[in-house]
């Protein structure tokens, strides 16, 4: 009787068999080893002693003083967390609807900005635990709106708001005024300079931003909410895939909220008024 041997017995297919699991499997390998080869942000940042941080114009987060130094809530929170990692910080200033992808090309290494946590932008970058937290709210033009009975008047197709393009603010602008026109600036300051001058009936901007703009000009400029419009959460972004430096955050954050570090820095520039000696100009 003739005997057929298994063909898993056979050199030749076991030889094919090895060939073909080596070269499926070798990119997967490839890869993983890669990954884990790969040094973090928190490495790169440490070995490099540079800490390249993100932030946009808007006072009190960031401004600049009569020396043209850049000063604010974030500067001062980003040189702590510098100095915490025994690292220089590095400021690189972006328009606020560019601060997202210079993260994600690696221009910067982490965003400290005021940037508020919200699911759509959770989808782009890793967000810590929250360090800050602030109001929307609003202001409008006297002469434009004098004769509104509230705010429910301005929204209307007549009526032109104005926000920061990419912001909350925009977003929120366009839900609570659903039916006016909707201007974007791409800085507070030109926002400001729009509301002031008329070009626009209000602006729909953090409540610290609308509250010294109310009392710089007082005569042109006026806040008719008694709360803000929408209250929001900020924290620190990084770019997906780097658990060890949202572990740090959020163990950075959790310390300094435990010795009110955060807490007397954020009184400072949300509620006191002599940093603002140190400006180049009112805004």
């Known amino acids: 009787m003739k005997i057929y041997q298994p063909l898993f017995r056979s050199p030749i297919i076991l030889l094919c068999l090895a060939l073909s699991w080596v070269i499926s499997f070798a990119p997967i390998a490839k890869a993983e080893t890669g990954s884990l080869a790969q040094p973090g942000t928190l490495q790169k940042v440490l070995e490099k002693k540079t800490l390249r941080v993100g932030v946009s114009l808007f006072t009190p987060w960031t401004i600049k003083n009569q020396d043209g130094q850049f000063v604010g809530f974030e500067i001062d929170v980003a040189k702590q967390l510098a100095k915490d990692l025994g690292v220089k910080p ?93 201007k974007t600036f791409a800085t507070s300051q030109e926002a400001i300079e729009a509301v002031k001058s008329g070009k626009v009936h209000g602006y729909v901007e953090h409540e610290a931003i609308t509250t010294f703009v109310a009392l710089d000009h007082p005569e042109i400029v006026d806040e008719p909410l008694s709360k803000p419009l929408l209250e929001t959460r900020a924290g620190f972004a990084v770019n997906k895939r780097d658990p060890d430096f949202i572990n740090f955050l959020n163990a950075w954050i959790t310390a300094h909220e435990a010795d009110t570090w955060l807490a007397s820095v954020h009184k400072y520039w949300f509620e006191g008024v002599e940093w603002r000696k140190e400006l180049e100009k009112t805004p």
């Open 90 to 182: 590095e400021f690189h200033v972006f328009d606020w609807e560019k601060i997202i992808p210079a993260l994600l090309n690696r221009e910067i290494d982490i965003i400290v900005a005021g940037i508020v946590i919200t699911p759509q932008r959770a989808l782009k970058v890793n967000f810590s635990q929250p360090y800050d937290s602030s109001g929307i709210g609003l202001v409008t033009n006297i002469a434009l709106t004098k004769t509104f009975k509230g705010p429910k008047d301005l929204n209307s197709p007549d009526v032109i708001i104005a926000s920061v393009t990419g912001t909350i603010s925009e977003d929120l602008a366009r839900r609570v005024f659903s039916k006016a026109t909707l």
